[in-house]
C-alpha cells in the first residue's frame, strides 16, 4: 500500500525559506520509473505543478519558479524534500506531495499540508 | 509552456446525467493526458491516465476519449458521489499544467 504524507511550517514569514518533507511508504525512489513530485493549490484555485524528482536522480522544475525550488531525495529515508526560498503570500497554498510512474499520472497523493505565508 | 484550456468551468447536473468536460491543449501532447476528481479538503484522485485508461478501481461510467488536442472526460450517468472538481493535466512535456478545474454540482 503507498501512502505519502506531507510535513513542515503550517506558517511561514515573508521572505523565509521554506522546507517541506514528503514522508513515503510502499515503493522505493530507487525503482526504476517511480517518480515523486510537489504540486501546490492556493485556497479556492486551481493545482500548479511545482516539481518532480526521479529514481535515477533527475529533477524537473516549473520555470516560473525554478530559481526558487530546489528537490531531492534520500532514498534511504524514503523522503523527497522540497525547499522553496523567498517565501511571499501569494505562495499561501496546499502542497501535495505525490507519486508517479513513467507513463501515468500522479496516482497517489499526499493528504497535503496548508502553508499560510505571513507577517 | 502547454496552456490546458478546460471547459466548461461550471456544470449543473442531476443524478442520472450524462456529464462531459472537455479540455484542449495548446500544442499537441500526444496522449499524455490524465484526469483527476477533487472533492473539497481532500487530495486529487487520479481517474484517468493516458487520456482513456481507466486507473483501478475508478467506475466504469467514468470514459477519456481524445481527438488531436482536444480531451474529454465523460460521466455516463452521474451519482451523487460525483459531485467534486475535475481537472486534466497534461504530463507530455514539462512544465507539466493544469486546468483550470471544471465544478460539477447540483
Known amino acids: 500500500q503507498i501512502t505519502l504524507k506531507e510535513s513542515g511550517p503550517t506558517l511561514v514569514k515573508p521572505t523565509q525559506t521554506l522546507t517541506l518533507t514528503c514522508t513515503f511508504s510502499?515503493?522505493?525512489?530507487?525503482?526504476?520509473?517511480?517518480?515523486v513530485g510537489w504540486i501546490r493549490q492556493p485556497p479556492g484555485k486551481a493545482l500548479e505543478w511545482l516539481a518532480v524528482?526521479?529514481?535515477?536522480?533527475?529533477?524537473y522544475y516549473s520555470p516560473s519558479l525554478k530559481s526558487r525550488l530546489t528537490i531531492t531525495k534520500d532514498t534511504s529515508k524514503n523522503q523527497v524534500v522540497l525547499t522553496m526560498t523567498n517565501m511571499d503570500p501569494v505562495d499561501t497554498a496546499t502542497y501535495y506531495c505525490?507519486?508517479?510512474?513513467?507513463?501515468?499520472?500522479?496516482?497517489?497523493w499526499g493528504q497535503g499540508t496548508l502553508v499560510t505565508v505571513s507577517s | 509552456d502547454i496552456q490546458m484550456t478546460q471547459s466548461p468551468s461550471t456544470l449543473s447536473a442531476s443524478v442520472g446525467d450524462r456529464v462531459t468536460i472537455t479540455c484542449r491543449a495548446s500544442q499537441s501532447i500526444s496522449s499524455w493526458l490524465a484526469w483527476y476528481q477533487q472533492k473539497p479538503g481532500k487530495a486529487p484522485k487520479l481517474l484517468i491516465s493516458?487520456?482513456?485508461n481507466l486507473e483501478s478501481g475508478v467506475p466504469s461510467r467514468f470514459s477519456g476519449s481524445e481527438s488531436e488536442t482536444e480531451f474529454t472526460l465523460t460521466i455516463s450517468s452521474l451519482q451523487p458521489d460525483d459531485f467534486a472538481t475535475y481537472y486534466c493535466q497534461q504530463y507530455n512535456t514539462y512544465p507539466w499544467t493544469f486546468g483550470q478545474g471544471t465544478k460539477v454540482e447540483i
Open positions: 505525490a507519486h508517479r510512474r513513467v507513463e501515468l499520472g500522479l496516482d497517489y
Open positions: 493516458k487520456a482513456s
Open positions: 510502499g515503493f522505493s525512489l530507487s525503482t526504476s520509473g517511480v517518480g
Open positions: 524528482i526521479y529514481w535515477h536522480g533527475s529533477e
